[in-house]
C-alpha cells in the first residue's frame, strides 16, 4: 500500500475556504447586479439589494421543522421509486461474489484483503446511480408536474425546499448503507477463511507515524536514501553494512501515551544486488533498529556542508569538543588566507542550520546552560549569511566570528561534552518479511538491556563512582574501599569481574596519582571530571570487560531514550550488497488495536459522506437545470473529482510528465516521448508554453472547484489493508470536505431556485 | 385475395411452421452427446452443432465453462472489450506499485472476461511465475508465486483445451523454472514438500504435483499432453520438430539433476535408459515436414530414408538432404550419444567417484597420511579424483565424439583443479602423467572459469 498519511491542516484549509468562496461569492454578486439592471434598467440597483435582503432574510429565518417536513415528504417519494430496490443487487452480488473471489488468492491474509475491498467498493458504488438519479430528478420533477407550485404557497422557504431535498435524500442514502454496511460486516466476517488467525488479520491497527530521513554512505543526512533502479519512487533504500540508515523521529512517545512497552510494526522491501547466503536465501534480509538519544546530533547535525567545515562538524558531533575547536582556529585562518575553500553557497547552509536547528537546540538544553555557546554560534551563522563571493571584508569576518567560536567551544568543551551524551541502544536484529502484512511486529519492554559502548561505558561508571564517592563508601582509610566490588556488582548492576576490573582501575589511578583520597571519598587530582577520567581511561583501553556480555546495562526507554518526547529510531540494513526500501509509512509505533468494526465504521462513515456530497451537488445542479443535465453535470464532476483530481493538481503543479494540453498533444503529433520534449524552435515553444498557461488556469480554478473524491475513497484503503481509519488524515478530511461544499451549494442552489422562473420546465 | 376459410389458413399456417420445422432442426438441433472439449469427436444433432464442435468454434468445445466468467459477460453486454482493457491498466498499475493481492485478483478477473484470449493465459503465467515472484525475496514467498503463474496457466490449459502452446508451456514452467533459476535448490525440494507446512503437512502441493513427483518427471508428463494435442490442434509459434522434443528433453533434464544432486545408482543409470528411448524410440519416430513438406524421421535408416523419398515422391538424394539439415539442426546424435554414454555404467563411476571426491575435499580429507607400517597413504580426496579422472579417460575411449562436449571438458577440468589444491596442499606437484593431460592443456582458455567454479563450489553457504 502507498500511502503517506498527512494529517490535515484546518487552519490553512478554513484559509483557501474562505478565499475561494469569497471569490465565488463576489462573482455571483457581480453577475447579480449586471443581470438586474440589464433586466430593469436603472431600477436594477433596487431590485438586487430587495432580491438579496429577502434572500438573506429567508436563510435566517430557516425552520427546522419544515425542512424536516420537506426531508419526509422526500423520503416517501424515495421510498415509493423503490430506492430500495439496490438491495436486492446487493444481495444477488454477494451471493455470488464467493465464485469471483475465493478463489484469487491461497493465501488468507491476501483473500481478506480482497473481500473487504469488494464489499466497500460494491457498496458504495450500488448506491451511488441511486442517490445519483434521485437527486438530480427531484426538483426538476416537482416543477414538471408542478407538485413544488402547492409547496411554495405553504410558508415554506426555497432555501427549505433545497435543504430538505438534501437531508431527505441524505438519510435515504443512510440507511441504505447502513443495512448494506450491517450486512457487508457479517459477511466479510463468514467469508473470512476458517483458517486465518483472525485476531491478526481482522483488525484494526492503530499507527502512530513518525517523520522519516536518511543517512548517505557518510553519515550524513539527507532526505532520500539511495535509488535501487525501482521505476516506483515511494520507497527509499539504505545500503547494508554501511552508514546508510534510515531514521525516523516518532513524537508524544511517553507511557502515558504508549503504555509500559514500545511496539514497533514495519513492512520494508528487500532489494538484493546478489544472490546471497543460503541463511538470507531461507530468511530474508536482516534489518536492525537502533534507539537513539544522541544530543550531539541533534545540535549538529545539519552543520559543516561542504568541505570547509565538515571534519568541524564530524568533531561536534563525535563529542571532540577540543578537536573541534581547534579545527574552528585552522578554519578562521583558511577563512582568511583561502576563502574559496568557503562558497557561499555552503556559509548559507551553515547560516541555516544554526539559525534553525544549533542555536535553539542549545538554547533549549535544560541539563547545562550553554547560552553562550548558543550566542557564539549565532554570531558566527549571522557572519556566514553576510558572507558573499569575492567579498573580503564578509571573510574577515566570518574570520573572526570563527576565532570566537572556537574560544568559547574551547572553553567550554567539558561542559558541552557532560551536557551532550550520546546514547545508543541496538535492539535485536530481525529479519525482514516484505509484503507480509503484520509479520513484522515486535513489542520491547520499557527496560531494555543493551551492551554499552565505549562513552556509554564511561558516562556509566563515571557517574555510579562518583555517586559512592558521594556517599562517603568509595575509600576506608585513606584506601580505597575493599566494599567498592560488593557495591557495584550488589547495587548497580555490575558483574563481579567487571566490579573487580573497576577497582583495580581505580586503585592504579590512586597509585598513579590521577586520583586523591580524601578521607571518605576519592577526588580528581586535577580537579577535571570524573566523566573526562574515565573517558579517558575507557579510551585507553583500560576498562575493556572482562565478563564476555560485555558492559551490560539497562535503558528506560521514556526517561533514558527520548528528547522532549521524541523517539530517535534508526534503522539499518545487515547484509553486505543489499538494500532494503522504506518509505515514511512503513515504520510505526503500534498502539492497542481497535476493532474491525471500529474501522469499517469510519469506512462507512467516509462512503456516506461521499454520497452526501453528491446528493448535495445534484441537488444544487436541479435547482438551476432539468433533470438529465442535471445527472450528466454531477455524474462529470464526480468522474473528475474521484478519477482524474490528482491529474489536475499535478499537471497545474507542473509535476505531470508531457506538460500542458498543448504541449502534449505536439507530443502525440510528433511522436515524441515526454522527456524529450517537443521538437519547436523557442518561439513556437514560446506560444506553446503559453497556451498551456492559459489552459492551466482553467485547470486551477476547475481543481479548486471541484471536489477531490479520492478523499473519501481512501479510508477504504486503511481498513483494507488492516488499519484503522485515522481521524485526522482521513475523517476529518472529509468532513470538511463535504462541510466546505454543503455550505456554498445550498446557498447556491436557494439562490437559483428563489430567482427562476418554476413555469419554465 | 383467397377464398380460404379461417380454419383453413390456420392448417396452411401450421403445414408452413411444420416446414420450415425441417429446416431449423436438421441445422440448428443441439447436439445431445456431451462435446468433450479439444477432441473435435464427432457430436450429434444438427449440422450447426456438428460444424461447431469441427471448427471448434463453440464454447464448450473450446474448454470447461466457468459459469462466473459467463455471467459476467452476459452482465457487461458488449462492454467486456472496455472492461478488460481497464482491468489490465489497473493490473499493470497493481504490479508497478507491488499490491499483489489486488494483482491477482484483476488479472482473475480478466480472464473471466476473456477465457478465450490465449495470449492473455500466456503473458499473465509467465508474468506471475518470472516477473513477480522475482519480486518477493525469501525463497518460499518465491515459489509461491512460481506456484501461482503455473497454476494460472494450468487452469488456462482447462479454459482452453485446444491451445496446445498452453500445455506445453506449463511443461516448460515446471522443467525450467523450478529446476533452472537460480533458487532451483530449494524450489526442487519444495516442490516435493511445500515449505506451505500448515496447508500441506510437508507433502506437495497438490494442485501442481498430485503425486509427489519430481519437477521434470510432471513437465515430462506436461509434454506429453501437449503432443498428443498437437496431433490434433498443431503447435503454434514453436518449430514442430523443437516443440516435440518436450517430453525427452525433460528427462535428460531429470537424469541431469538427479545426477548432480549425487544419485547415481540404478535410479540415476535407469533414468539415462528411460531419456535415450524416449529420444530414440518416441522423438525419433514422429514424422515431421521438412522443406518443400517434404516428411521425414529423425531416427531414419538408409532403407528407411528410401522408403520415405518414395512415399514423398522425391529423390533419396533430396529425402537424406532434408533429413540431414534437421538432425543436424536438432543435435539428434549429440543427445543420442550423449544418453547412450551416461546409462553407461562407467560413467556413472566416472561421475560418481568426481562428485564423492568433492564431498571428501569439502570435508577436508585432502591430507596424505601414514599408515601403522609407515607407509603414506594418499588422501580420500585425491583417490577419489583420480578414479573418477581415470574413468573418465575409458569413458572418452568408449565415446571418443564427446570428447569436445562442454560439460564433460569442464568436469574433468574442475576435477583436475580440484586435485591440484590437493597436491598443493600436501606439498605435492601434479605428476606429469595425470590422466586427461591433453584435454586440459587443449583447454586452458577455460580455466578462468574453472577457477570461478571451484571458488562458487567451495563458499561455506554453497
Redesign the interface.
Known sequence: MDFDPTPYNIGLGLKNWLSLVGIIAGLGILLGLVGSFASAGGGGGGLFSNGISSFFKELASISPRRVWALASLTLKEAWRRKALLVFVVFAVLLMFAGWFLTDSNDRSDLQINVHITFMLTTISWLILPVVMFLSCWGIPEDIRIRSLHTVVTKPARRVEVVLGRMLGFSIMSTVILLLMGTVGYIWIERQAPKDLDQGKFLTCRVPVYGGLFFLDRQGMPTSQGLNVGDPWLYRSFVEGNSRCRAVWMFNEVTPEKLGNELRLESRFEAFRTIKGSADTIQQGLEAQYTLVKNMREEAFSSFGVGAGLREVAEALRAGDFQSAAELLDAAAERMQSSPADFPQVDCQQVAISCAVQVVPVLRNFKDADLGDVADAFLVFGDAANSVKTGDAASYSELSRACASLAETVRKRADDMFESMPKLEVPLEPFRVSEYHEGDDFITYPRKLKYVADYEGTARFLAKVVSGISEAGKLADGGELSSGLVDELSENHGVSPVNAELVFDVVKSEIDAGTLKVDGNKVEIADGSSWLRLFDRLVREEKLISRDTAGWEMEADIFDDLTVNDYLRVEVACLNDQMFIGMARADLFLRLPDRSFLAGFSKALLNIGLMLSLVIVLGVTASCVVKGPVSFFFTLTIFVIGQFFHQLMLKIVAGSQEGGGMVESAMLIFQHRNPSVGIDANEGTEAVVKGLDWGVNGILKIASNIIPDFSTFSEASAYIENGFDVPWSTSVLPAIMTFVGFLIPCVIIGAACLKFRELEAK | MNNLTSRQRKLVYAGCVLLLLIPIVYLGAPTSDDVIPGTRNAVSGGKLAQMRVEYDLGESTLGEID??SA??NLVLLGLRGPAAGVLHLKALDYQ???????L??TV??II?LQPHYVEIWKFQGWNLAFNVSRE??????RF?WVK?GIKFLQLGTNRNQTATFLYHNVGDFMGRKFGNS??KK?FRKFFVIDPDD??FNGTADPEINPQGKDNYLVAHDWFVDANEKDETYRIEGMTHVFARQGPSRSLFDYATAIQSEGQFGEENRSAWDKAYNEWTQVYGYDVFLGLDDIRYKLNSSLAELQSMAKENGVTVTKQQQVWEQNVKMVNYRFWQNFADCERDPLTVDAHKAIYLGKQAYSEGKISNWQDKDGKTQVSEAQTLFVDGLENFEKVFGKYPQLTDHDAYIEEVMLAVYYLEQIQRNNGQQMPEDFPLRDMVIQNLGRQPDIERQFRIENR??F
Open positions: 459459469p462466473s455471467a459476467m508497478e506499485k507491488k499490491d499483489w493481492a489486488k491477482k485478483t482473475d478477473s473471466k518477493w525475496d525469501k525463497v518460499a514467498d509461491y501461482e537460480d533458487e530449494y500448515k496447508r561455506p553457504d
